[in-house]
């Protein structure tokens, strides 16, 4: 014979007093919410602290200079001379370099060159 009953799942409410629960979850909600808040704030206190530096030698020596289109950020200080690129400003070097006879395929080896 077949077993005609239907299993059911019974869920039992969590141990403790529901409103205990209840405040438990919302501190637990809140204190997320306000540990997003503090990273948040760290984060943009820390870039704000160290705009304009290089991350290679730490000094506050950055400085723009527009070349052709582009616009990159160079270190100053001396014996750096490192160079920071934002987000879309390699391509856009590739693209002024591409507009110069043989410059591309100039920076090209020798970026290349680099990594053998």
């Known amino acids: 014979m077949a077993d005609d009953r239907e299993?059911?799942?019974v869920l039992l409410p969590p141990?403790?007093?529901s409103e205990d629960v209840f405040f438990?979850?919302?501190d637990r909600k809140l204190i997320m919410a306000l540990r997003e808040k503090?990273?948040?704030e760290a984060d943009?206190?820390?870039r704000e602290d160290h705009k304009g530096?290089?991350?290679r030698c730490g000094t506050k020596s950055l400085a723009e200079i527009k070349r052709g289109g582009v616009t990159i950020d160079v270190c100053i200080n001396k014996g750096c001379g490192a160079v920071h690129l934002d987000p879309g400003e390699l391509e856009a070097c590739e693209l002024e370099l591409k507009k110069q006879d043989g410059g591309f395929?100039?920076?090209t080896g020798a970026l290349?060159?680099?990594f053998k």
């Open 112 to 114: 290349s060159s680099l």
């Open 15 to 17: 141990e403790g007093d």
């Open 7 to 9: 299993k059911v799942k």
């Open 38 to 40: 503090a990273a948040k």
């Open 105 to 107: 395929s100039k920076i």
């Open 24 to 26: 438990k979850e919302n």
């Open 44 to 46: 943009a206190k820390y």
């Open 53 to 55: 530096h290089c991350f």
